[in-house]
C-alpha cells in the first residue's frame, strides 16, 4: 500500500472514530439554520428554550434536552461547535460512541437543570438558558481526566487539554463572580464541568480508574506548577 493510500485510510478511520461528535455539531448546525427566520415562525426559539416559568410551572422538562440545541447567534454556534469537535472527539475516542453521547447527554441536562434552579430560587434570577455549552463543559473535563496531555488545536492553539480545561474553568469562576455581564451563563458552564463527578459513577470500573488516574496527574501537575510559580516569584524571577 502507498503512504498516500494509507494516509487516506488512516484519516477516514479517524473520522469514523468520531462519528458521534461529529453527527452531534451536524444537528446543531441543522437546528440552528431550520429555526433561523428564513425557513420557520420566528416563535420556534421560544417554543423549545428553558425558562423558569416551562419548567417550573408547565413542567415541561424535555426543554432541558430541546435547549442545548438552541444558538442566540451564529458566533455562539461557531464557538460552540469548535470546541465539541475539539473535547468530543477526545472523549469519544477514548470511551466510544455510546460513552460519548451518555456524557454530553448527561451533562448538558445536569448542567440545564441544576443552574435554572440556582438562577431560580438561589440567585433569584429569571433567565433563559440556551446551548450547548454545559455538555461541551462536561465533556471538557472528562476529555482533561480521561487524556490530559492530549494536544487540541481548536483556535489554533496547540497545548495540553488539561491546561486549556484550567483556563476556562478560571475564566467561568471569573465571569459568574462578576456578574455574567457578558450575557453568558458562567454558571451553567461551571455545573456542565463539574457534571463528571455524578457522570463518572454510572461508567464502568475501567473508566472509573482512568478518571481517577486523570484527577491525581491534574491535582499534582497544578501543584507542581502553583509551588514552581511561587519560588520563582519570590526570587523574583517572574512577575508576582
Not at 458521534?20 to 428564513?38: D, E, H, K, M, P
Not at 420566528?42 to 419548567?55: G, K, V
Not at 455538555?135 to 491546561?163: D, H, K, N, Q, R
Request: some cysteine; proline content about 2%.
Amino acid at each position: 500500500m502507498h503512504a498516500t493510500e494509507s494516509k487516506k485510510k488512516n484519516s477516514f478511520i479517524t473520522i469514523l472514530s468520531v462519528k458521534g461528535t461529529l453527527l452531534l455539531i451536524g444537528l446543531n448546525i441543522f437546528v440552528y439554520y431550520w429555526g433561523s427566520r428564513a425557513f420557520i415562525s420566528a416563535d420556534f426559539f421560544s417554543s423549545y428554550a428553558l425558562t423558569p416559568y416551562t419548567f417550573f410551572t408547565e413542567h415541561e422538562f424535555w426543554r432541558l434536552f430541546t435547549t442545548g440545541f438552541l444558538h442566540t447567534n451564529l458566533k455562539h454556534l461557531i464557538f460552540n461547535m469548535i470546541g465539541l469537535l475539539a473535547f468530543g472527539s477526545i472523549v469519544e475516542k477514548k470511551l466510544g460512541f455510546f460513552k460519548f453521547a451518555f456524557i454530553y447527554i448527561s451533562a448538558l441536562i445536569i448542567s440545564m437543570g441544576v443552574s435554572l434552579g440556582l438562577y431560580t430560587y438561589v440567585l433569584d434570577q429569571n433567565v433563559m438558558i440556551v446551548g450547548a455549552s454545559g455538555a461541551i463543559m462536561g465533556l471538557l473535563s472528562a476529555a482533561m481526566l480521561l487524556a490530559p496531555f492530549e494536544i487540541s488545536y481548536e483556535l489554533l492553539l496547540p497545548i495540553p487539554v488539561m491546561f486549556k480545561a484550567w483556563l476556562f474553568f478560571y475564566a467561568d469562576i471569573k465571569g459568574f463572580l462578576g456578574g455574567e455581564t457578558d450575557g453568558i451563563s458562567h454558571l451553567a458552564h461551571l455545573v456542565g464541568f463539574f457534571s463528571i463527578t455524578v457522570i463518572t459513577y454510572f461508567l464502568d470500573t475501567k473508566d472509573k480508574k482512568a478518571i481517577m488516574n486523570g484527577l491525581v496527574i491534574n491535582v499534582c501537575t497544578f501543584l507542581v506548577l502553583a509551588y514552581a510559580y511561587m519560588r520563582l516569584s519570590a526570587q523574583g524571577t517572574i512577575f508576582p
